[in-house]
């Protein structure tokens, strides 16, 4: 690594030069500052007052953590969350690492399938609840197909149903996002050091035992990528509920990040909003902070 | 990968799985297609996947109608925010793995960080601010707001690759007598051309298909296309029609998809280099 | 071509960090080639940054003909580079590499054009102008690095490893070739390697780094046949040099070194008689080649008996290793003499080229009674008081 050489008294553009890249920087450094930590602690300043329609800054404590505690939506939301999350990641993470075990056993056209399967991850989320929100129609959807096709009577209204819409939710968004985890362990799979499995082989060991055994156990830090970013969709998925159910019906199918919009932007209850969305930071903090933990923990033991 | 036999059972059940999974990935979009071109008869007698009794683009018609204009917003808001976050995320990362000097660190583990924050936090004091400059519901405005915060992704890829080009480079040219730019502009930059690429591609996706800031920052005249998709499938108001949903849904996705059809291998590198750091 | 100095150089990368580089004082004439050679992580690379300019020092002075240039940035220092990894611009083509830093010193297209001709004759490389890095192979590409650095006829030339990437046919012909330029350029250069055979082939001096201190400055020769400690000792010569740790003892006046073969034992009078030397725990130097067979009639030179263990032919010698006091000891005799493993040989030392050393400070001790010993002095003079 080299730092910049000392200057002596010469030219005033040796001088620039050695500014230059803390200039160049400069911007972004105050963006970053300003625009990610100083509106996080503003958000957070906010939670402790009593804004509603406008800002205000008299302070209430943590009044409107109570008053979100006792709110009803926000803790179906919640559990939305946890119902929907939890469902998703595990869900999207057994079929990417089941679809990615099948390409790696050299297929032909493996990126033609590969393309097909990643698709879903170009398009915005809110093209995706659309799309689904059709196929999951009542009454003109899935389930109209299949009675033509002659299944008589299958009826598939979950999208109405206040305790399933959740399970809608899922598979839209499993379905977008399981060919990103199949692409990140493909990737991980082609990595994995080949002496290993051939000598699991010539110990007598099948297949399917060599992978789960041996093959998915070493591809932990993959995991470990998948199910954060997975997270971070899950705890994002705003368009997703806003295209396909908009909460509903009623607000059974809310999720926090759609609590926190509807309760800032349309009902102007800015307090309480910001605390939802301080909660939201919580929740991911609760995530992240142990992973970095445990990474640079690892680190130091290399 | 490890070596089975052509066609033993196995074999042929590993290709009717993954044949069979690839037909469910396409069907919503089979699905969207051919809705599209059906009429709103059509679509009452017939289900999801029969073909059109008739072709008929009167959804498009409809659809580009009542969302075509906001198709342009979302170039008017896209194209600009992906050239200047790329930019300042190239010149970001060329001095965060180049230049280092003390704090430089530190600023890129906060960048880091900040890749992970849930936009909702920000969200309310970002409104108050582009509110202030003038810039509600702007298009402008929410270009603004997808530089700031498309900033640490741009950076991260840029520095990510820079970081593994030797040094010595940048020695043998500043012994050249090069400064800050021109080592940038002659060497670093043609060495580029791969990253640039996926950057360009990842932030046209994501920016493209952002719904969260475009709701908040431009509901109304400046709205950008997934804006206008989602108040286009809600509306409450009168018969469902359904072809002009899925058309509009198809013009709203087309862009982003195109661009992954032809440029994919890029978007894929997007997607595993920014996970890698995750 | 300039004259280098180094004037109580000190790097240190921070408060509470341990200096990289500690007191380093060196001259070099005009025309002179200087090797810094140590193990990895001696500071050898960091002082080379220093003397280009891409780091900057901590305290001391960086004279370039007896101006102080320490201040200076790289560009203006008149200093050209070639690394280890060559770095050569990837999207350049050859003639592009070395006209860039031409172009940016607004020399004339034509005069860019004339350079860029005699470098590249020079080199023979004129036929790869066309070419981009990626298609040139190690050696070619080491060429143009150097051509690059040629073409700007700086007044110090400085070379970061520049053979170590090569295979080790490449690298003996390089070695040669380099020799061969400096002769006819005679251009003042600093040259980093960590492998010792460079630095004594190629050098007219040699500073020995190690943790960020000069161990030893002085010719090829003075290192060699006079090193001023253990680690100068160890890291010069090939085979390293037999270290035998001991007591001496003192009879009637003369210092011994008694050697044990287990066969057989010898008494090794030195030619250093300062006093108190026997009280401390030494360490008696030899070099493989200063161990011989002893010849049939006595001479008066001290000779031990001993039991091969192993044969090392190497083709125009052959390492032969036997036990003394412990240790396993190698000789270097011609392949015809050498016996077989477990036959026993007489052997014979001059006691006037063992070296001794002081076991727990690794200084060399003594005064010799040579002509080396007038480098020693210099160099012992640069370490008092570390």
């Known amino acids: ?302 | 990968m490890i070596n089975t036999q052509r066609f033993t059972f196995s074999r042929v059940a590993i290709y009717a799985t993954l044949i069979l999974a690839a037909a469910v990935y396409l069907v919503p979009l089979v699905v969207m297609l051919l809705t599209s071109f059906k009429t709103p008869e059509d679509i009452r007698t017939g289900n999801l996947l029969s073909w059109p009794q008739v072709i008929d683009g009167i959804g498009w018609i409809k659809a580009w109608d009542t969302v075509g204009g906001y198709f342009w917003n979302s170039v008017k808001i896209t194209v600009p925010a992906v050239l200047i976050s790329t930019f300042i995320g190239a010149m970001n990362g060329y001095v965060l793995s180049m230049w280092r000097f003390r704090g430089s660190q530190l600023f890129f583990g906060l960048l880091l960080f900040g890749c992970f924050l849930p936009f909702q936090t920000v969200l309310l004091p970002a409104s108050f601010t582009i509110g202030k400059l003038g810039l509600a519901n702007t298009t402008t405005g929410l270009v603004l707001v997808h530089v700031v915060y498309g900033l640490a992704f741009t950076t991260l890829f840029f520095r990510n690759y820079y970081v593994s080009i030797p040094d010595a480079l940048v020695k043998a040219a500043r012994l050249d007598g090069a400064g800050f730019f021109t080592i940038f502009g002659r060497i670093l930059l043609p060495m580029s051309v791969p990253i640039v690429m996926v950057c360009l591609i990842w932030q046209f996706t994501q920016i493209w298909n952002d719904f969260l800031f475009g709701v908040v920052f431009a509901s109304g005249d400046a709205q950008p296309i997934t804006v206008a998709l989602n108040n286009l499938v809600n509306t409450s108001t009168g018969a469902k029609e359904y072809n002009v949903d899925m058309a509009a849904a198809m013009i709203a996705g087309l862009p982003t998809l195109l661009v992954y059809i032809f440029a994919g291998k890029y978007f894929l590198r997007g997607l595993t280099s920014g996970a890698v750091k995750g | 071509m300039a004259t280098l100095e180094l004037r109580n150089v000190n790097k240190s990368y921070g408060k509470g960090l341990p200096d990289t580089l500690k007191n380093i004082e060196l001259k070099i004439d005009d025309g002179e080639f200087l090797i810094l050679v140590g193990p990895s992580g001696c500071g050898k690379s960091t002082l080379m940054n220093c003397i280009a300019g891409l780091e900057s020092i901590s305290g001391g002075a960086i004279l370039v003909d007896d101006a102080d240039i320490s201040g200076m940035s790289p560009k203006d220092r008149d200093i050209a580079m070639v690394f280890q990894s060559y770095a050569l611009y990837p999207t350049m083509s050859v003639r592009d590499n070395i006209a860039f830093g031409l172009k940016i010193r607004k020399m004339s297209a034509a005069a860019i054009e004339e350079e860029v001709a005699r470098v590249s004759k020079l080199l023979q490389i004129e036929h790869l102008l066309s070419r981009k890095p990626g298609q040139l192979s190690g050696g070619q590409q080491q060429r143009v690095a150097m051509g690059r650095a040629l073409a700007r006829r700086p007044k110090i030339y400085l070379f970061d490893e520049p053979l170590s990437n090569l295979d080790a046919k490449l690298r003996v012909e390089m070695r040669t070739e380099m020799k061969l330029m400096h002769q006819r350029l005679k251009t003042t250069t600093v040259y980093v390697t960590h492998d010792q055979i460079e630095a004594m082939t190629l050098g007219d001096k040699v500073a020995v780094m190690k943790d960020g201190i000069i161990q030893q400055f002085g010719t090829p020769k003075q290192i060699y046949n006079d090193p001023a400690n253990l680690f100068v000792a160890s890291f010069i010569g090939s085979p390293p040099m037999n270290f035998i740790p001991l007591r001496l003892q003192r009879r009637e006046g003369r210092l011994l070194a008694l050697l044990d073969s287990g066969q057989a034992r010898c008494e090794l009078p030195l030619g250093m008689q300062d006093a108190g030397l026997e009280d401390r725990d030494v360490i008696v130097g030899i070099r493989a080649e200063q161990i011989v067979l002893a010849p049939a009639e006595a001479n008066g030179l001290p000779v031990i008996r001993a039991e091969v263990q192993v044969i090392e032919p190497t083709g125009p010698d052959t390492l032969v290793f036997v036990t003394l006091n412990g240790i396993k000891v190698c000789c270097r005799m011609a392949p015809d003499d050498a016996p077989a493993v477990g036959q026993s040989l007489n052997l014979q030392f001059d006691p006037a080229k063992v070296l001794l050393f002081d076991a727990n400070t690794g200084e060399r001790l003594g005064a010799m009674s040579s002509p080396q010993a007038q480098g020693r002095a210099d160099n012992v003079a640069q370490f008092k008081g570390r």
């Not at chain 1, 910049?4 to 500052?33: E, G, N, T, Y």
């Not at chain 1, 402790?48 to 329609?53: A, D, E, G, Q, V």
């Not at chain 1, 970013?229 to 199918?253: C, E, N, Q, R, W």
């Open chain 1, 1 to 302: 690594m080299s730092s910049v050489a000392v200057f002596s008294k010469a030219s005033p553009f040796d001088a620039l030069q050695r500014w230059l890249p803390k200039l160049v920087l400069a911007p972004s450094m105050l963006i970053v500052l300003v625009g990610f930590y100083g509106y996080i602690f503003w958000t957070f300043l906010l939670s402790f007052t009593n804004s509603s329609f406008m800002p205000s800054y008299q302070w209430v404590g943590l009044q409107q953590y109570a008053r979100l505690m006792a709110n009803d939506r926000w803790w179906v939301a919640s559990k939305n969350l946890a119902v929907f999350g939890g469902m998703f990641i595990v869900i999207s993470l057994v079929i990417g690492v089941f679809l990615a075990i099948l390409l790696d056993q050299r297929i032909r056209k493996e990126g033609f399938i590969r393309t097909i399967y990643l698709y879903p991850m170009a398009l915005s989320m809110i093209v995706t609840g659309t799309a689904w929100k059709w196929l999951l129609n009542p009454g003109l959807g899935l389930d109209k197909m299949l009675r033509d096709w002659g299944w008589e009577g299958f009826r598939f209204d979950w999208l109405l149903d206040q305790d399933r819409v959740v399970y809608c939710l899922v598979i839209a968004a499993v379905w977008q996002a399981s060919g990103f985890v199949m692409a990140m362990f493909l990737a991980g799979l082609r990595g994995v050091d080949q002496s290993i499995i051939r000598a699991a082989q010539v110990d007598g060991a099948s297949l399917p035992t060599i992978y789960l055994r041996i093959v998915l156990p070493s591809l932990r830090p993959v995991f470990f990528s998948a199910f954060m970013i997975l997270a971070h969709i899950a705890i994002k998925s705003f368009d997703l509920v806003s295209a396909m159910t908009a909460g509903g019906p009623g607000y059974s199918s809310d999720l926090p990040a759609m609590f926190m919009y509807s309760f800032t932007f349309s009902r102007g209850q800015m307090g309480i909003g910001s605390a939802s969305a301080i909660m939201m930071l919580g929740a991911i903090l609760a995530i992240l902070v142990p992973y970095l933990y445990s990474e640079l923990r690892n680190k130091r033991h290399d």
